[in-house]
């Protein structure tokens, strides 16, 4: 019933029923108060009918606002004579000029007349009220719509700028782990760059050497043993070809992670070559070599990068070896194969090692002198890349390199 404003209905079906009453007093009708009080009653009635049929036309037709109007006062005039009808036996609503002596006709229009003029009162104060009202309720409703499409809008804006947050820490994060795998890279490539430089520089010594006296014998005219030292240098030139092609495999290795593959090496054959490479500094120092490998092992591993490891612990143990014996042996142990390449040293000379490895701790914990440690960095980045276990420990007059290989097969 809110809809319908009851209250201001019963106020104007008031105010319209108390207005009339002054003049029905001038005309004498206060004579019978009976007539006066129920006839009241009975206006009071209508204008409340009157108002409630004026809210009915305009919520319950679909029609235009001027024909529900139009509707609504033709109400009106229905109403004042369904009232007059239905009280005139009880009280008489014209007491100076008795309605019953009128003809039919001429009570309707009077009737009719008379709803008119009430509707013409009621009826536009409905109308201008509940369009007023519907007015604020569409300007309200699309304050809402607009709340609401405004509320959607900051979701959407929220899961973008969550989304755009998590596109950008993961970039963030792949750029950090992108620049620490290009300065590891740049690291061992500074590594192999240097390794160049220093594992060549004994064999080239050598090659000039050996170079110089073959073109003194070849002007004593001592062809034969000329040809001997020129087919060494030949020699010596291979396997430092060798070395560089092993040093430039493991630079290629961190640029293109996808191009190291590891094979079936044979550990004994490896050892041998890379034993032959050392094979004058090692007579030239009054060093010898002793291989106890088995014959039949191989490991999985890559075999231009487990031959630069071996270069390089050879060559350290050549560089810091006088007049003795370098020994390299194999173990199996729980699984695993155990590589030793052990060589005797001088205190004075095992007092810069104490112990490294690939596990032993950050890189600035061994750094070489004059570049005499940078064979074993090396060889502890590849071992790393190759993933196998390597260490180096001094003690007891000797050094022992050691190498522990998770894969092997034996036959």
């Known amino acids: 019933m809110k809809k319908y404003n009851l209250r201001l209905g019963l106020l104007l079906a ?7 009453v002054p003049v029905r007093l001038a005309e004498g009708q206060g004579a019978n108060l009976f007539t006066l009080i129920g006839s009241e009653i009975v206006i009071w009635l ?7 049929s004026g809210y009915e036309t305009y919520y319950r037709l679909k029609l235009v606002k001027w024909q529900k109007i139009a509707v609504a006062l033709l ?9 007059f009808l239905c009280s005139f036996r009880m009280f008489d609503d014209y007491p100076l000029k008795n309605m019953r002596d009128l003809p039919l006709w001429i009570i309707t229009i009077r009737l009719s007349l008379r709803g008119l003029l009430l509707g013409l009162i009621m009826v536009p104060i409905i109308f201008l009220l509940e369009s007023e009202r519907e007015r604020q309720a569409e300007a309200l409703k699309r304050e809402r719509d607009r709340a609401i499409e405004a509320e959607k809008q900051k979701q959407v804006l929220e899961v973008l700028v969550a989304e755009r947050t998590a596109d950008l820490e993961e970039a963030l994060t792949f750029l950090g782990e992108s620049q620490e795998e290009l300065e590891h890279q740049v690291y061992l490539l500074t590594r192999v760059v240097a390794s160049i430089a220093h594992d060549v520089h004994a064999p080239l010594q050598y090659i000039v050497a050996a170079t110089k006296q073959t073109g003194e014998l070849i002007s004593s005219n001592e062809l034969e043993l000329a040809a001997a030292y020129n087919q060494q240098v030949e020699g010596g030139l291979g396997n430092m070809a060798v070395l560089m092609h092993n040093l430039l495999e493991f630079a290629r290795g961190q640029i293109h992670k996808d191009a190291l593959h590891s094979v079936q090496v044979n550990l004994a054959t490896l050892m041998r070559e890379k034993a032959a490479l050392f094979e004058q500094i090692l007579s030239s120092k009054g060093n010898t070599l002793q291989l106890s490998l088995n014959e039949n092992v191989a490991v999985v591993s890559n075999a231009h990068l487990l031959g630069v490891i071996l270069h390089n612990l050879l060559d350290n143990a050549a560089k810091n070896t006088v007049d ?3 020994e390299i042996s194999s ?5 695993r194969l155990y590589l030793y390449i052990q060589n005797p040293v001088t205190h004075a000379k095992s007092a810069g090692i104490s112990r490294i490895g690939r596990k032993s701790g950050p890189r600035s914990q061994f750094t070489g002198q004059g570049g005499d440690g940078l064979g074993l960095i090396l060889v502890r980045d590849i071992s790393a890349l190759l993933n196998v276990d390597f260490s180096i420990e001094a003690g007891e007059g000797k050094v022992t390199a050691s190498i522990v290989f998770p894969e092997f097969s034996a036959t």
Not at 14 to 20: C, D, E, P
Not at 46 to 52: D, E, G, H, P, S
């Open 14 to 20: 008031t105010i319209v029923t108390l207005a009339i």
């Open 46 to 52: 209508m204008c409340i009918a009157t108002w409630l």
């Open 75 to 83: 109400l009106c005039a229905v109403i004042s004579n369904v009232f």
């Open 324 to 326: 003795g014996q370098i």
């Open 331 to 335: 173990a199996m142990t729980a699984g």
